[in-house]
């Protein structure tokens, strides 16, 4: 993918791309570009942490959560990271204090709550975050395959039937979206 050079957002969507098909790694320099864009920027300093964190690597996710916290503290994505950070170093209750009363939150929110929640051990908190999300629809791949932060729910027939549930409406959304478009016959 190629960038608009002077633009953030630009090289953070080519990060994140890399997430969903299990290629973090390769994102990493886009995200460390986007960073030197806009050092203040909140999303991109998460995408960079978040990057960090799904590599295994959340030593390096630290300045990046200081960052968020130091710019808006409080802030939903500063709390995430700092608790992925905390779940992965092996300092669950710290990761759960971290996002101890975050309510109200939309599918994509509470998916992304719902991964240092698993990470931490509070599969059943998880669980039914990742519910409620993906019955509003959350792409099955990176749910099934490539995010780490659910391996502790990998095998839990809870877990297995949210990933069905997230086939399904993919498979929902995609048939609606090429009905007329050539590919298949109108219902």
Known sequence: MECDPLSPMSWLLSTAVTWFV??????LSAAQRAVELDPNHLIVRWARGYTNCILGRPVDAVEDAEAIASIAPGVFYGRQLAALIAAQEGRPQEAL????GIIGLDHHHQFHLAEPLAAAGAADRAIDLLDAAVKSFHPPFYLESHCPFFEPLRGDPRFEAIVRTARENSAALTARLTVGSGDHDEP
């Open 97 to 100: 204090t971290h996002v101890e």
């Open 22 to 27: 299990g290629r973090a790694a390769e994102g």
